[in-house]
């Protein structure tokens, strides 16, 4: 009979670093760069007055011979009820038996790779002196970001742009307890200038902050938008920079700081440079010059929560982790 691997959080984040969580993101998109993934754009069924919203994300990958499935439901009104924005598990099979090979908890793991990508492509992209990063947003997403940003730069101070005063403390105070680094509240607009690295991890419809307070050779990160309606960053950013993205062909399906600029004629998909997995695979270039502004921008993909399973499934085994349920 089969035995399925039940992780918990906590089982999850016992076996995993962040460093380990990067690297398996390098794997994942390499694999989808060469055409080693299926990744199906995803579904996202809305319902309800409140905004609700489901999401399955199904993903085979030959290089691994397995098949992934993400379940999320994101309730916009959770953060009334005390409750996570997003809900989410992650589903690992054999791809030739169909055997059922684990159960995760999805809100970790997409927490997790989502700064892993992120992490990654900060690796790739930004200036490897970087040393100040700007983080727009306060939530679990947020956290993940400055750590995995954190892991691949020599950052020194991490300045926070946070709408609520409560939340930002409590987001400086969980980051300078993890990392222990300087981490500050920023208190003007224009104080952006001061970072080498910006990552926006927010629910925003509109640009969260303004181009002329961007500095020239800033590499940016965009996690935060996943519908065609939500934009994070200024048109007029993503037409100067070169934009690289997780997925072609999801972005262009859901992501509004491409898709807006997109339909008012402000430029093209040709506008595209590269995904990351092309640059990472050499079939593409990354960084031209210090003064390049670079925008990675990601939507997640499935293949990310793939390879982390994947890896995941085997240490828990052979740590003896998690839950096994007989089916």
Avoid: W
Wanted: hydrophobic share 40%; proline share 5%; with cysteine.
């Amino acid at each position: 009979m089969p035995v399925l691997q039940v992780l918990s959080r906590t089982d999850i984040a016992s076996a995993i670093s962040m460093r380990e969580a990067i690297d398996l993101m390098r794997e994942g998109f390499c694999t989808l760069a060469t055409g080693n993934a299926n990744v199906p754009i995803r579904m996202s069924m809305p319902f309800g007055e409140s905004g609700g919203r489901a999401l399955f994300m199904p993903v085979y990958s030959s290089d691994h011979a397995q098949v992934g499935l993400k379940v999320v439901h994101a309730s916009p009104q959770n953060a009334e009820r005390g409750l996570p924005l997003i809900h989410a598990i992650v589903m690992l099979h054999d791809a030739e038996t169909g055997i059922p090979l684990a159960l995760m908890d999805g809100e970790y793991i997409t927490s997790l790779r989502t700064g892993a990508g992120a992490g990654l492509a900060t690796e790739v992209l930004a200036r490897p002196e970087s040393s100040v990063l700007a983080i727009i947003g306060t939530g679990v997403q947020a956290v993940t970001q400055v750590e995995a940003v954190c892991t691949v730069r020599p950052i020194q101070k991490v300045m926070v742009f946070g709408r609520s005063p409560k939340h930002t403390q409590r987001f400086i105070e969980t980051i300078e307890q993890r990392l222990e680094i300087t981490t500050l509240k920023a208190s003007e607009p224009a104080e952006l200038r001061e970072a080498d690295i910006v990552c926006t991890a927010t629910t925003s419809l509109t640009p969260v902050f303004s181009a002329e307070h961007l500095s020239p050779g800033t590499h940016i990160n965009g996690i935060g938008s996943y519908r065609p309606d939500m934009s994070e960053i200024p048109a007029e950013v993503v037409a100067n920079a070169k934009v690289i993205v997780d997925q072609r062909d999801a972005c262009l399906h859901e992501a509004g700081d491409l898709i807006l600029p997109i339909q008012k004629g402000v430029f093209d998909e040709s506008h595209i440079h590269a995904e990351l997995g092309e640059i990472l695979t050499g079939q593409a270039h990354g960084r031209s010059n210090d003064s390049e502004i670079t925008f990675f921008k990601s939507v997640g993909n499935a293949i990310q929560d793939l390879v982390v399973a994947s890896f995941l499934e085997k240490k828990a085994r052979g740590l003896k982790l998690g839950t096994e349920v007989t089916l």
